[in-house]
């Protein structure tokens, strides 16, 4: 039963019961139609309370209808709102914990409502490409004003109840509950108290009126247009607004769910909800069942306090897990320390950290020069150099000190974790924790599941991803897993470009353009070149067939490895990190096109776009055949969170699917018959092939 119907004396009871938080799908809704008519039809009833069962009054539609005929069934959430309203008998909405979209929307249909403290109230819609679709629009800046409820639907962040309680003259809560535990029955006599009250208050009759009227909402559209250039949910979010201050409440509500149909059609609401999803299957993998036991995480382990060891220290110290940070050498550890704790007092100067949470953070962290001190650890990740060699001497040393049932992760990011493994008695215990840099900073952790890894390691792995509040994505293990694998053909692209005429400026320009955070030269120049000059010589032996530009060589010959030494693809002034255009660069890929041989010709930035893009999505689709990720939408969530793909395009996968695979082969065979460029990359991986001549997507 998903919204149980109760009498306490007087007062008909509904709650919604649709775990985890109640989503309103049809049955539930159906559910709070059928008890209004019911109550209204008991003569012994005068008063009605809607509450929500376990942790949650209402999170919303229910995420399960998504895109099936149940989400837009009748009753909608729009017909249930005015079924609601249109009660003879009072309605109190009794919120608690989770309170947000259309749950939400519900409550503001109700005519009184009263709140535990520590709910979270939200109207999250933008974050999906959309605007409110039940009167969230309408109703919102009528009992908070226009400023306060603006601010809550463009940011689609959750506010506390106690928060919005103390806002002057707000008209959302009519009763704060004293607690959690007490608001079932603060609302039954609420309810009792306002059984009589005639006529029944309605938000839709409150004025809804801004003083400063247009010169307010011109204000409030160059703020989001600043904040959210390539999205137009949040911009449609003021119309919306505007229009509840202009027009009567039932054309207000046509002019919002108009806004609604038109959004959801946008490519940018379909990339935002394909995140939505593929952000919570991320965490599914398929033969690990939700319910796998796991270890328990109480002490981490971190080898190595470079930028990257200290970096993954932090992630686990802010989420209260204590660490131990091993190195060989008491300087190298009194620099990692250090850093830390200027990372940590550049937080506490800008506001975004409290001292006293400062001081218990650092509280957690241990150093030491022994491996002995790991011999505790339940989870130890390796930061160490990337050789082979290096990763050997610390897992065999690990072997020795680690206690049983430890798990031991590496961070590597291209190497072989089964072989790492193997330098083991434990192979199953071991894993890839591959964090991308800056390690405290960036959302994703690429998990690399070996042939030995136990179910239980990884189902632990994923679990601790979520408490240190990174996304976590399963890879098989392959050269440059997912994420290095697919850029390496991205890079191999941006090279040829070089060749054929255009310079690194104008790369960057048209792909940044596209909306990615930075193009492939800027990328290489933060990352360091040198990387990639290391991985072209280990190609070099390997897998001699591979064709690359010389230019990147050259430009490390030249010893300009980036950032870090103050000249890259660009120039850097002292301490600055402004990309400025490097003449002496730009000569050395003239020249090197004169010793090819090469007439440069002019290319337009939808070819510098495509061919960038399009060597991704062909890269990835061999990593969906060959199992390397399980899904597309994981390779989608790799690119979103840890490479700088633009939100609004969804990810590779998506975007392509969204081209069409049909188009995107196409193009594929005419970049491969370029004879400047590697014809074999352009070879279309045969799930590309089969899926465009079906006329399917990636998803």
């Known amino acids: 039963m998903t919204a149980a119907y109760e009498v306490h004396g007087d007062i008909a009871v509904i709650t919604l019961n649709n ?57 909608n959430l729009l017909s249930v709102i005015s079924t609601v309203e249109a009660s003879d008998k009072p309605v109190v909405a009794a919120i608690h914990t989770v309170c947000m979209g259309g749950g939400l929307e519900l409550a503001l249909g109700c005519h009184y409502r009263i709140a535990a403290p520590g ?29 306060a409820a603006l601010n809550i639907i463009v940011s689609g962040e959750p506010v506390k109840s106690e928060l919005i309680g103390s806002f002057p003259g707000q008209k959302l809560f009519d009763k704060m509950a004293a607690s959690a535990e007490s608001l079932a029955e603060e609302a039954l006599a609420f309810a009792r108290s306002v059984a009589d009250a005639r006529p029944l208050p309605l938000v839709r009759n409150l004025p809804c009126k801004h003083p400063q009227g247009d010169a307010y909402f011109q204000f409030a559209r160059n703020m989001v247009k600043g904040m959210a250039k390539n999205l137009p949910a949040p911009a449609k979010c003021v119309d919306a607004v505007e229009a509840a201050t202009k027009r009567k409440f039932a054309d207000g509500m046509a002019y919002e769910r108009e806004i609604f149909i038109n959004l959801m059609w946008t490519p940018e609401s379909r990339a935002l909800r394909h995140i939505f999803f593929s952000e919570r299957a991320a965490s599914k993998i398929p033969d690990v069942p939700s319910d796998t036991p796991q270890r328990a995480v109480k002490t981490v382990g971190v080898i190595g306090a470079g930028t990257m060891g200290g970096g993954i220290a932090m992630n686990f ?81 690990l072997d020795a000190v680690a206690k049983p049932g430890a798990i031991l992760a590496s961070n590597t990011s291209t190497l072989d974790v089964d072989q790492i493994a193997a330098f083991t008695q434990r192979p199953q215990d071991v894993v890839g924790m591959h964090f991308f840099s800056p390690a405290n900073v960036m959302r994703l952790l690429e998990v ?48 040829f470009l070089l060749d054929e005429g255009a310079t690194p400026q104008q790369v960057d320009r048209a792909i940044e353009k596209f909306g990615f955070a930075m193009g492939p030269f800027r990328m290489g120049d933060l990352a360091g070149n040198d990387i990639g000059w290391a991985i072209r010589k280990r190609r070099a032996v390997e897998r001699p067939d591979m064709k690359y530009s010389r230019t990147a060589d050259k430009l490390c010959e030249l010893g300009r490895f ?83 793909f633009p939100i609004h395009r969804g990810g590779p996968m998506h975007y392509a699917s969204e081209l069409g695979l049909f188009n995107v082969e196409q ?33």
């Not at 030491?368 to 390796?382: N, P, V």
């Open 448 to 495: 690399v599941r070996g042939k030995a890894t136990a179910k239980d390691v990884l189902a632990t792995v994923m679990s601790i991803a979520k408490k240190i509040r990174k996304t976590a994505v399963v890879s098989g293990v392959c050269d440059g897993f997912i994420g290095n694998r697919m850029i390496e053909r991205y890079s191999q692209q941006a090279g």
């Open 19 to 75: 775990p985890p938080v109640n989503g309103l799908g049809h049955a539930t809704r159906k559910g709070i139609t059928d008890g209004i008519e019911r109550a209204n039809a008991d003569a012994a009833v005068k008063a009605i309370v809607i509450t929500g069962a376990g942790g949650a009054f209402s999170g919303g539609a229910d995420i399960k209808e998504f895109g099936t005929d149940k989400a837009l069934q009748e009753p």
């Open 119 to 147: 709910c979270n109230v939200a109207l999250p819609e933008v974050k999906l490409g959309l605007v409110p679709g039940a009167g969230g629009t309408q109703r919102l800046p009528r009992v908070l004003g226009v400023e």
């Open 317 to 397: 110290l802010n989420a209260g897990i204590p660490v131990t940070i091993l190195e060989t050498k008491q300087e190298a550890l009194d620099r990692g320390v250090a850093t830390i704790k200027k990372n940590y007092e550049a937080q506490v100067k800008k506001g975004k950290l409290k001292e006293d949470k400062y001081q218990q953070r650092m509280g957690l962290l241990k150093t030491t020069l022994s491996y002995g001190d790991l011999k505790d650890a339940d989870l130890i990740i390796e930061a160490v150099f990337e050789e082979m060699g290096v990763k050997e001497a610390v897992f065999k040393q």
């Open 667 to 699: 193009a594929m065979k005419r970049f491969a018959k370029n004879p400047l460029d590697d014809a074999s990359a352009w070879e279309p991986a045969p799930l590309l092939s089969r899926l465009a001549a079906e006329g399917k997507a990636f998803a």
């Open 562 to 644: 980036g950032q870090k030494t103050g000249a890259g693809w660009y120039d850097y002034a002292p301490g600055k990190r402004d990309a400025i255009p490097s003449e002496l660069v730009n000569k050395m890929v003239e020249d090197h096109r004169k010793e090819l041989g090469v007439t440069p010709r002019k290319i337009s930035d939808e070819e510098i776009v495509q061919r960038l893009v399009f060597s991704l999505v062909n890269e990835g689709a061999k990593i969906l055949e060959e199992g390397i990720a399980s899904k597309s939408g994981d390779i989608d969530m790799v690119y979103l969170t840890g490479y700088g």
